[in-house]
């Protein structure tokens, strides 16, 4: 069986395909619907990597979906979020600037440096789960009425870290750099 057709790639391809139904549901202010397809969505992210792991299905391949699975699905649910005033838009630029601030440091770093690997770190990994909670958080309100209170400890619990993992990127970016220029 190919690489492409493991449970675990499998489970992160069921992510990216749920990701416009999400959308779709949180366009028609289906919150409930988003919030539970949203969690699922979650759920297969956990399960992939367990199961990479523990079936020894860990592949390249996986290794590169993973992550465009996890960013298609937050920049999509950002973007939603600021399109139905669900957060304010400066945490949606802030959320998606910080991706592209990194696909390009990883980027000018293959360019003109030949770095080719460009890890996660914790604060990336901690920032993005955060933002995976804060979406749930997010959903919830709209569809559960969770405190505004709750919601807007996310809201600014995921900023901080934001930042702080971007910052933290954008230091590794420029020490791989210099390494390499040495």
Same mark, same amino acid.
């Not at 990597?49 to 992550?67: F, K």
């Not at 649910?77 to 990194?102: A, H, K, Q």
């Given at each position: 069986?190919?690489?492409?057709?493991?449970? @675990?790639?499998?489970?992160?391809?069921?992510?990216?395909?749920?990701? @416009?139904?999400?959308?779709?549901? /949180? #366009?028609? $202010?289906?919150?409930?619907?988003?919030?539970?397809? $949203?969690?699922?969505?979650?759920?297969?992210?956990?399960?992939?990597?367990? /199961?990479?792991?523990?079936?020894?299905?860990? $592949?390249?391949?996986?290794?590169? /979906?993973?992550?465009?699975?996890?960013? +298609?699905?937050?920049?999509?649910?950002?973007?939603?979020?600021?399109?139905?005033? #669900? +957060?304010?838009?400066?945490? +949606?630029? #802030?959320?998606?600037?910080?991706?592209?601030? &990194?696909?390009?440091?990883?980027?000018?770093? =293959?360019?003109?440096?030949?770095?080719?690997?460009? @890890?996660?770190?914790?604060?990336?990994?901690?920032?993005?789960?955060?933002? &995976?909670?804060?979406? =749930?958080?997010?959903?919830?309100?709209?569809?559960?009425? =969770?405190? @505004?209170?709750?919601?807007?400890?996310?809201?600014?619990?995921?900023?901080?870290?934001?930042?702080?993992?971007? /910052?933290?990127?954008?230091?590794?970016?420029?020490?791989?750099?210099?390494?390499? $220029?040495?």
């Amino acid at each position: 069986m190919g690489a492409l057709f493991s449970l @675990p790639n499998l489970l992160t391809c069921v992510r990216i395909a749920l990701t @416009p139904v999400i959308v779709l549901a /949180l #366009l028609a $202010s289906n919150c409930r619907n988003a919030f539970w397809l $949203s969690l699922f969505a979650g759920i297969t992210d956990a399960a992939d990597g367990y /199961l990479a792991r523990r079936m020894g299905h860990e $592949s390249r391949i996986g290794a590169y /979906l993973d992550p465009i699975a996890d960013k +298609v699905l937050l920049t999509a649910l950002y973007l939603c979020f600021g399109m139905t005033s #669900l +957060v304010p838009w400066w945490l +949606v630029w #802030l959320v998606i600037g910080r991706d592209l601030m &990194i696909l390009s440091l990883a980027g000018a770093g =293959l360019l003109w440096k030949g770095i080719r690997d460009f @890890p996660p770190t914790i604060w990336g990994k901690l920032s993005t789960l955060l933002q &995976i909670a804060t979406s =749930l958080a997010v959903l919830s309100g709209c569809a559960y009425a =969770l405190s @505004p209170t709750v919601v807007s400890s996310f809201l600014y619990a995921t900023a901080i870290t934001t930042v702080w993992s971007g /910052l933290h990127y954008a230091g590794r970016a420029a020490a791989a750099a210099k390494a390499v $220029s040495s």
